[in-house]
């Protein structure tokens, strides 16, 4: 089992910038892609951002440029800076990681954080 931890929410004025946290701890091999997904009041739930383990990152074109992902492999930690918030930034965050339970398995293993609000306004 994998247990995520998220930090970093709360509110934040339009033009400001907010960094959100998820740290991962548990019994797994490795993890693969770690990620950040937002659902608003009404909406689905979205991919923001999406990193590999070897750094390769993806971004929700609504994001794009503005948000930036980040992983530390050491900490098993994934961080989300958003700067130039707007008011559809508004969301709960949810971290999303896909770990390895075991060096040769053929499969991962999904797992979601308790997602943490970020609100931006005025």
């Known amino acids: 089992q994998v247990h995520l931890v998220e930090s970093g929410g709360g509110l934040v004025q339009p033009g400001g910038s907010l960094r959100l946290s998820c740290a991962a701890s548990?019994?797994?091999?490795?993890?693969?892609?770690m990620g950040w997904y937002r659902q608003a009041p009404g909406k689905e739930r979205e991919l923001v951002a999406s990193?590999?383990?070897?750094?390769?990152?993806n971004y929700a074109a609504s994001v794009k440029d503005r948000f930036t992902i980040s992983r530390d492999n050491v900490k098993n930690t994934v961080y989300l800076q958003t700067n130039s918030a707007k008011p559809e930034d508004t969301a709960v965050y949810y971290c999303?990681?896909?770990?390895?339970?075991?060096?040769?398995?053929?499969?991962?293993?999904?797992?979601w954080g308790q997602g943490t609000q970020v609100t931006v306004s005025s």
């Open positions: 999303n990681l896909k770990a390895r339970p075991y060096s040769i398995s053929p499969y991962l293993d999904n797992y």
């Open positions: 990193i590999t383990a070897q750094h390769v990152t």
């Open positions: 548990g019994s797994f091999f490795s993890i693969d892609v």
